[in-house]
């Protein structure tokens, strides 16, 4: 499989998302800046696209056949629910892209594409809002990513793991106190 195959599959990923096929790409594959984040772009957003597009149907279909994808479908809707609704009640629009575009855990595309979905987005609206958010997402990735790789290249990867560790150190210790 080529390595650009390779980064846009795991760039349609769950959870994964961008978030993790630009670093792979830097660092794994070791694949040009603009090819590490034009497949990862354009691999985040087929799921969005689908999602966008089929999850009100097969949610809704699922969720009559079958009593566990109700009740999943009911667990994911709701916790995004949660997730989006103080962002996108405050901040409208805006609100959606930031809250793609921030590269933190559940965050990307997949969850606003659930999110628009939820608000009743129509297409037309959510998937320019969303790439946009994608775009300043994979923007930031490719950025902490070139540090990274950058900082192991002339100071080893103990440095960089050290950086790490005190930023979710300083992370963790400021959002307990919230």
């Known amino acids: 499989m080529s390595p650009e195959l390779q980064v846009f599959i795991l760039a349609m990923s769950p959870i994964i ?36 597009i089929f999850l009100g149907p097969i949610s809704s279909l699922l969720s009559k056949k079958f009593r566990f994808f109700e009740k999943f479908f009911s667990w994911l809707f709701e916790r995004t629910r949660k997730r989006i609704k103080p962002e996108i009640e405050r901040y409208g629009k805006i609100g959606l892209i930031s809250f793609i575009a921030l590269p933190t855990p559940f965050t990307g595309g997949w969850t606003g594409a659930i999110a628009a979905f939820l608000i009743k987005m129509p297409f037309k609206f959510a998937f320019p809002l969303i790439s946009l958010g994608i775009l300043i997402n994979g923007g930031i990735i490719l950025i902490l990513s070139l540090a990274g790789v950058t900082v192991d290249r002339y100071f080893g990867w103990q440095l960089l793991i050290a950086i790490i560790v005190i930023i979710g150190i300083v992370y963790a210790t400021r959002h307990r106190r919230r």
């Open 17 to 52: 998302e961008l978030n993790g096929s630009i670093p792979f790409a830097l660092s794994v594959l070791h694949l040009p800046l603009w090819k590490a984040f034009l497949f990862s772009f354009s691999g985040n957003l087929v799921p969005v696209i689908a999602l966008l």
